[in-house]
């Protein structure tokens, strides 16, 4: 809710989990020394207010229909989180 928040200017309740998502052949090495793969987790979230705004993460943000997102340019891990939302899934994805 958080990173919503920060990223979009909205504020969401979180209504469910479409997946978890990592991948061992992106494994990050830091100056550190430490060492990690990383991985996202993907909710499904209902809109309870805020105002649509950007902050420096974000390039651009719009809302869509959702016959319009396969002609958006997207990372590839991108469209399979959103490919995973839409499909209406009972579970949530796990890989």
Known sequence: MREVKEETGLDVELTGLVGIYTNPHHVMKYDDGEVRQQFSICYTTKLIGGELAFDSESTEIAWVEPMEIAALPMHPSMRLRI????????GPYLG
Do not use: P, S, T
Not at 83 to 90: K, T
């Open 83 to 90: 490919d995973h939302y839409l499909e209406r899934r009972d």
